[in-house]
């Protein structure tokens, strides 16, 4: 059983930067590829990013391509996500997630992934 713990979420203007942290524990966390999903107020729960296992692969949303960076340490546990330039639209609770086997094909599928981080919230108003 993994246990996945979000931070670094908050309130920042447009443009600016937020980096968000997920530390996993219970399990051999260089053993599961990790994802990073978005739900603002309304919407459906969307794909943001993804790292492979061994982080020689990553995919973004087109949304975010360019602005945010998925990078893990398999050292400390930890993944990340460094989003910079954010939006208005970047506004939504940021849920980290745990996969067993991950690849392009099925990286954005919610159903990909067997744990779930609790969320937090990133909110980009001016």
């Known amino acids: 059983q993994v246990q996945l713990v979000e931070s670094g979420g908050g309130l920042v203007q447009p443009g600016g930067s937020l980096r968000l942290s997920c530390a996993a524990s219970g399990g051999t966390f260089s053993g599961y590829g990790m994802g990073w999903f978005r739900q603002a107020p309304g919407k459906e729960r969307e794909f943001v990013a993804g790292i492979r296992r061994s982080a020689l692969s990553t995919y973004y949303a087109d949304s975010v391509k360019g602005r945010f960076t998925i990078s893990r340490d398999n050292v400390k546990n930890t993944v990340y996500l460094q989003m910079n330039s954010l939006k208005f639209e970047d506004t939504a609770v940021y849920y980290c997630?745990?996969?067993?086997?991950?690849?392009?094909?099925?990286?954005?599928?919610?159903?990909?992934?067997?744990?779930w981080g609790q969320g937090t919230q990133v909110t980009v108003s001016s």
């Open positions: 997630a745990a996969g067993p086997q991950i690849y392009y094909r099925n990286v954005g599928e919610a159903e990909t992934y067997d744990y």
